[in-house]
């Protein structure tokens, strides 16, 4: 069965330094992978996706997604983080053998303080 | 970008009663919509599958007598979770896509916070 892990439930950062958030993949055949916000009490908001192409994928907000399919992980980083980056973060891969519905990780809290 | 709208944000209810939820694609067309379950701080269940025009696919340990969805137009997918119990009580968020972007981009309602008294 498809699926994805993120092996952190918490990741603290300082503004202004780099952060990663971590995901790995399992799947057969080629992954789509993706990447969502979420803020308190909010809906989902899309951040990036990879489907195929360049292993680094540039997405909203200044964040970008590495593809490594040697290490079946699609880490989500940024350069500089910003307090506003504070979320929930979801990575997700598409379930192919099941009408393409998404799967999605547990979920990350990135907490960045100033 | 593409526009869902859910309501109401947040529900209280008592034990017993019915709550319906609407979602709502703004500026698109959507014939099909997702329904997903989320726990505080924990990944997001896909309860159904909500398709224009026929009934919904739940998925697999989700009781379809429970939560009844409804999908009568092209824009609106409503979820009824009936006879609601304090085990209900949880945040439910709708999906779409535009049509021709399938699950590659899903837009995603601002979620229901449902509490059972």
């Known amino acids: 069965a498809q699926s994805v892990a993120q092996p952190e439930d918490q990741v603290n950062v300082a503004e202004g330094n780099p952060l990663t958030v971590k995901c790995t993949y399992s799947?057969?055949?080629?992954?789509?992978l993706f990447w969502y916000v979420q803020y308190p009490n909010r809906g989902l908001q899309f951040l990036l996706k990879y489907i195929t192409g360049d292993n680094l994928v540039k997405g909203s907000y200044g964040f970008e997604a590495e593809f490594n399919k040697s290490q079946t992980s699609f880490h989500l980083k940024k350069p500089s983080a910003l307090v506003s980056d504070s979320a929930l973060y979801f990575c997700a891969v598409r379930d192919n053998n099941q009408g393409g519905k998404l799967i999605f990780g547990q979920g990350t809290e990135l907490s960045v303080k100033p | 970008g593409a526009v869902v709208s859910q309501h109401p944000s947040r529900v209280i209810c008592k034990s017993g009663t019915s709550v319906k939820i609407e979602c709502r694609s703004l500026?698109?067309?959507?014939?099909?919509m997702f329904w997903y379950r989320q726990f505080p701080k924990k990944s997001l269940m896909l309860m159904a599958t909500s398709n224009e025009g026929s009934k919904a696919t739940y998925e697999q340990g989700v009781e379809k007598d429970k939560f009844l969805i409804n999908h009568a137009s092209l824009t609106l997918s409503t979820l009824t979770v009936t006879s609601a119990h304090p085990e209900d009580s949880s945040f439910y968020i709708c999906?779409?896509?535009?049509?021709?972007?399938?699950?590659?981009?899903?837009?995603f309602g601002s979620g229901t916070q449902l509490s059972v008294l």
């Open positions: 500026d698109f067309q959507a014939t099909t």
């Open positions: 999906s779409a896509s535009p049509p021709g972007q399938g699950w590659e981009k899903l837009f």
């Open positions: 799947v057969s055949g080629n992954p789509y």
